[in-house]
């Protein structure tokens, strides 16, 4: 099994963005309206967002690998 860490890149944000989509909602998602969950998740959990970060010095993302998989971050 090859799995690991390692820090993302912004060519990582596409992927972050969906597993981070994903995470939210599976664990937060029953608390919120629709319509609010909608908008939270355009406006924070998208490729453009994950690319500023990365590309912002004073945020560091690690990724957890797995298989090459993204698995956690």
Known sequence: MNAGLRRAVPEDAPALAALAAE???????????????????????TVEAYREHLHDPRTRIALAENGGDLAGY
Do not use: S
């Not at 919120?32 to 959990?45: C, I």
């Open 23 to 45: 995470a939210f909602v599976a664990a937060f998602g029953h608390l919120y309206r629709p319509e609010d969950l909608a908008a939270f998740l355009a406006e924070e959990r």
